[in-house]
């Protein structure tokens, strides 16, 4: 298997590559070459499998015998032995036609564990392998800097720095990364939005020279590998439900800010996974409903909301998409990507646009909907929503599919965000591993959203001995 980017400008490599490019060197996305299909005999077959076994059977279609099998399966039963579910990913009936894919039973409670356990593995395997060194730059809206960090923190030879938006990420996410104190973990809180933080590493990156000289890696979903990992649950969930619903086509419900969720179901689809449609769920930072429904991807005002993961305007995996759509045309994505960056937006024409629609539904929820939403699950059904999966749960509601079989994603665990909870008049519990995190004390810098100050700390942190 090769990889390329989605602007052209990148000779094809192998994955290990493409797992230490990150974003790539021509500015663009690394995706597969060709993607895997999988034949429907092969589907069923691979029904039966444990978590476990079945992501080593997705990932190996990517890795292509660059990492030994048996190396390959310690690596990825490493990554999951760590999760306190033993299904991993279960998924929950909450009502007819009505499911939830919990994604939260990772060390950090959120999705990002998912790939991210796999990443730090990845990530130590090939220091270990090849001796290069490991030194990651990363941006969160609140949910991948944790779990991120989780990844690797005490792996050797790595050391990671993590920008997050300052005040603008919960409570519990702000603990979570802000109480490690480890040398090797720089947490910096900017004077900005997420936005801020994911143009200023995707301009670090760009530096070559600088990217070059200091061994910088990416553990968002610019790399690839994190879209791989998340593309396993859409098929898990497939199966599971499959076992007790007749279904043709799975829809999926999918709260989403980077776009990089959903579009690890959009790979699945691909692949040959029988999924409907791919509902798209915002909130009130709504670039990618905007652009589902009309054709207009521009991003707006930025709004504080209490799903603050998703507070994102431009989505970085937005482009692997457009690579696609563009029927994996380099040369129209880059005329596009030059367009959004001279005038701050892209159109597409009603062709594309009714494309874009076979595949996606959209909805841009409210803040009050999104709080009405945990208050009526939680009265009808018992199950509290995080307001992440409030989102997808109410999107999925507004759509024109609710008759229809639907998985939402639950993209975390409500004791992350009790900001919403509360409002709900909720009390919840926190699991012990949260409760803690009350009692530390943290360790974080603020500094302004600016390139050279955010490039003086990581010479610091990544010149410093281990
Ligand atoms: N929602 C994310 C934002 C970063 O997205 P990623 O998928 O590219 O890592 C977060 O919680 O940090």
Redesign the pocket.
């Known amino acids: 298997m090769k990889y390329i980017s989605t602007r052209g400008n990148v000779n094809e490599i192998g994955f290990i590559d493409t797992v230490l490019m990150g974003l790539a060197t021509d500015g663009g996305l690394l995706v597969p070459e060709q993607i895997p299909h999988i034949p429907a005999e092969k589907l069923q077959s691979m029904s039966k499998l444990s978590y476990q076994e079945l992501a080593y059977e997705i990932i190996s279609y990517y890795v292509d015998g660059e990492i030994p099998e048996n190396e390959l399966k310690e690596l990825i039963n490493k990554s999951y032995g760590t999760f306190r579910h033993p299904e991993v990913t279960p998924v929950q009936k909450i009502k007819d036609n009505m499911y939830v894919l919990e994604l939260f039973h990772g060390p950090t409670f ?1 999705f ?1 564990d998912v790939a991210l356990q796999f990443l730090g593995n990845l990530y130590s395997y090939i220091a270990k392998k090849t001796g290069v060194t490991i030194n990651i730059l ?8 944790a779990s991120a960090i989780e990844g690797v923190r005490g792996k050797e030879g790595i050391r990671i720095c993590i920008l997050h938006p300052h005040g603008k990420v919960s409570r519990v996410q702000e603990l979570q990364m802000t109480t490690v104190n480890d040398p090797t973990v720089l947490n910096l809180a900017i004077e900005g939005t ?1 936005d801020d933080g ?1 143009r200023i590493i995707k301009e670090i990156f760009a530096d070559l020279e600088f990217k070059e000289k200091y061994h910088l890696r990416a ?4 790399n690839f590998a ?1 879209i791989l990992a998340q593309t396993v649950y859409y098929f898990y969930a497939y199966f599971q439900v499959a076992k007790e619903q007749d279904i043709k086509n799975l829809n999926f419900s999918v709260p989403t ?2 776009f ?2 959903i579009f690890a179901g959009y790979l699945a689809k691909r692949m040959g996974l029988p999924v409907g449609k791919l509902i798209v769920a915002t909130n009130e930072n709504n670039i990618l409903e905007r652009f589902i429904k009309d054709g207009v991807y521009q991003p707006g005002e930025f709004r504080g909301t209490y799903s603050p ?2 507070d ?1 305007q431009v989505a ?2 937005f482009e692997r998409y457009l690579y696609y759509l563009l029927d994996e045309n380099p040369s129209a994505v880059r005329e596009l990507m030059d367009q959004f960056k001279s005038e701050g937006k892209i159109v597409v024409g009603e062709e594309l646009l009714r494309q874009v629609q076979v595949d996606f539904a959209a909805h841009g929820v409210r803040n009050e909907e999104c709080l009405q939403t945990i208050k009526t699950y939680y009265a009808d059904t018992n199950y509290l929503l995080d307001p992440h999966t409030s989102c997808g749960v109410a999107a999925y509601e507004k759509s024109s599919i609710p008759n229809e079989v639907c998985v939402t994603l639950s993209t975390a665990h409500p004791a992350k965000f009790n900001e919403a909870i509360e409002l709900c008049n909720i009390e919840q519990t926190y699991p012990e591993q949260i409760q803690q995190l009350f009692d530390k004390p943290q360790f974080l810098e603020v500094v302004r959203a600016d390139n050279e100050e955010i490039a003086r700390r990581l010479k610091k942190l990544f010149s410093s001995a281990q």
Do not use: C, E, L
Request: hydrophobic share 25%.
């Open positions: 959120a990002k990363g941006a969160t809206s609140g949910d991948t800097g997420f994911q553990i968002n979903s610019i994190r800010g980077n990089g969720d993961s998703m994102i970085s995996n």
